[in-house]
Structures are given as C-alpha cells and as structure tokens.
Nanobody
Framework: QVQLVESGGGLAQAGGSLRLSCAPSARTFSNYHMGWFRQAPGKEREFVAAISWNGITSRYTDSVKGRFTISRDNRNTVTLQMNSLKPEDTAVYYC???????????????WGKGTLVTVSS
C-alpha cells in the first residue's frame, strides 16, 4: 500500500522554525504534484503550499508567502521549511500527492496521516 509518511512536527516558539518532511513509500510519486495542507482546531483543512512534479513550480497560500518554502528531492521527498512561525500556524499539517496541480482537497489522490505543529506565543 502506497503511503506518505510525514515527520518533523513539534513545538516551536513564535518566530522560530520547523522543518516538515514527507517521504513516499514507493516510487509511484515521481510524476505527482506534491503539497501540504493544514487543519487548525475548529477550522477546515486549507491549502498551504504545493510543488510541481518536476520541482520547477511552487505555490503558496498568501499567509505563508515569504515564510515557508516547499521543495522536493530526486526521491520525491517533499520538505516544508517553516520560518518566522506564528501562533496562527498551529495546525495538523498533511502531506498530499496528486496527478493534478494541487489547489483543492478534491484534487488530492493520496494523503499522509498528518503531523502536529504547535507554535507558542
């Protein structure tokens, strides 16, 4: 069974940094667009960032632009570098894979189980 395995969540102070990683369990994702969504307590899951299958194009939601950076390596491990963290970044972060350019949850073919990021003020 193909899986996306996230790691790197945890506790950070406001202004600090965390690095999330998402490793696929198979080589299936070489042609997949990859991304991250997050779900804060009491809120709907929202798009955070995405990167194209070839790593050339990346997109971000406005609230994280300039602070978060998404990247992928030749093993299709996807990394989300999160800097200048804010308490409002607190959420469960989910890795996602899709054959389509990722913007909406409905486009996602595979999900990770999620990793919790908590930012204290």
């Amino acid at each position: 069974q193909v899986q996306l395995v996230e790691s790197g969540g945890g506790l950070a102070q406001a202004g600090g940094s965390l690095r999330l990683s998402c490793a696929p369990s198979a080589r299936t994702f070489s042609n997949y667009h990859m991304g991250w969504f997050r779900q804060a307590p009491g809120k709907e899951r929202e798009f955070v960032a995405a990167i194209s299958w070839n790593g050339i194009t990346s997109r971000y939601t406005d609230s994280v632009k300039g602070r978060f950076t998404i990247s992928r390596d030749n093993r299709n491990t996807v990394t989300l570098q999160m800097n200048s963290l804010k308490p409002e970044d607190t959420a469960v972060y989910y890795c996602a894979a899709s054959r389509m350019v990722i913007t909406y949850q409905s486009q996602v073919d595979y999900w990770g189980k999620g990793t919790l990021v908590t930012v204290s003020s």
